[in-house]
């Protein structure tokens, strides 16, 4: 199925463990985003990767790794978590680095840290 | 600091008028722009996009509007119908080339039968 798959689709954690939000794309797409939304807030910008292999930090980088090994794969981590990391978290992939077009979103990882 | 904003959280139309919702910015290196729509528990679809060297641009219902002097942009939606209802973000890219894309708050849109 073409599009973009994330995992798990909920999950609780205990403040302190360690987590990794998974993303995958089949689209072959260049670029590659993590957003989380929380309310009054809107997507705010975690970390991004304009190719595999480069990582760039959003507007909120902060308790949050990625890496980024290939085209298809964008992990997230939280190295150890805390309670204001609950929230929902949003991948999104774009067909080029090189020009402005849409992103595309997964359906989303609902996060709570206890 | 939000680069993006969104003033009205929340917008209710009765169906078939017309739905304004309104998007500011504060960085004039924002180059393109663009509105999404999201149902609750879906991920964001991308609906209209539009560049700086434009200032209008329309795909059916959907027009946005840029004004660049103001910092400001609008999306029309007419007729508005009630599949309509959703939550609208705007974003921005642009910025030095990072292609970072920054959205804002967002709306909710209501429309009315």
């Known amino acids: 199925i073409a599009g973009i798959t994330q995992a798990p689709t909920s999950q609780i954690l205990a403040a302190g463990r360690r987590m990794t939000l998974r993303c995958t794309q089949d689209?072959?797409?260049?670029?590659m985003y993590w957003y989380r939304q929380d309310l009054g807030l809107g997507l705010r910008l975690i970390h991004y990767s304009n190719t595999a292999g480069t990582t760039g930090k959003g507007e909120v980088p902060d308790g949050y790794s990625v890496s980024r090994a290939n085209t298809d794969d964008f992990p997230l981590t939280l190295a150890s978590a805390v309670p204001s990391q609950t929230s929902v978290y949003f991948c999104?992939?774009?067909?080029?680095?090189?020009?402005?077009?849409?992103?595309?979103f997964g359906p989303g990882t609902r996060l709570t840290v206890l | 600091d939000q680069q993006v904003k969104q003033n009205s959280p929340s917008l209710s139309v009765q169906e078939g008028r017309i739905s304004i919702l309104n998007c500011d910015y504060t960085n004039s290196m924002f180059d393109y722009f663009l509105w999404y729509k999201k149902y609750p528990a879906e991920g964001p679809t991308f609906l209209i996009s539009?560049?700086?060297?434009?200032d209008k641009n329309e795909d059916g219902r959907f027009t946005v509007f840029l004004n660049k002097s103001a910092k400001h942009l609008s999306l029309h939606i007419v007729p508005s119908q009630p599949g309509d209802s959703a939550v609208y973000f705007c974003?921005?890219?642009?910025?030095?080339?990072?292609?970072?894309?920054?959205f804002g708050t967002g709306t909710r849109l209501k429309v009315l039968a």
């Open positions: 689209m072959r797409h260049n670029a």
């Open positions: 974003a921005a890219a642009g910025i030095s080339g990072t292609y970072k894309y920054i």
């Open positions: 539009i560049s700086s060297i434009k």
């Open positions: 999104a992939s774009r067909v080029s680095s090189g020009s402005y077009n849409e992103q595309f």
